[in-house]
């Protein structure tokens, strides 16, 4: 999966100026072992980049490049 957002215009009540903005594309890439003994079993690559031009001090969300492998095992009981 891929996915791509962007946001423009964006008002910020600290400063006057409202042209900042931010994008962020994802990358998800996933496989769930059908049978066997490892059936249920899913993996999951993520890759995410996120760059915005928000220039306060102590903003939450700063410009940053992520990447995690997520394991995942469903357990079904009877």
């Known amino acids: 999966m891929t996915r791509y957002s962007k946001g423009v215009d964006i008002h ?3 400063l006057a ?3 900042y903005k931010e994008s ?3 990358f998800d ?3 769930r072992i059908p049978s066997g003994k490892l059936e249920g079993l899913n993996i999951r690559a993520r890759h995410t980049r ?3 031009d928000l220039t306060l001090a102590g903003q939450a969300f700063r410009p ?3 990447t ?3 394991i995942d095992y469903t ?3 009877k």
Do not use: I
């Open 12 to 14: 910020q009540t600290q």
């Open 17 to 19: 100026d409202d042209n």
């Open 24 to 26: 962020a594309l994802d």
């Open 29 to 31: 890439l996933s496989y």
């Open 50 to 52: 996120y760059r915005n």
């Open 64 to 66: 940053d490049d992520e």
């Open 68 to 70: 995690r492998v997520n």
């Open 75 to 77: 357990w079904k009981f």
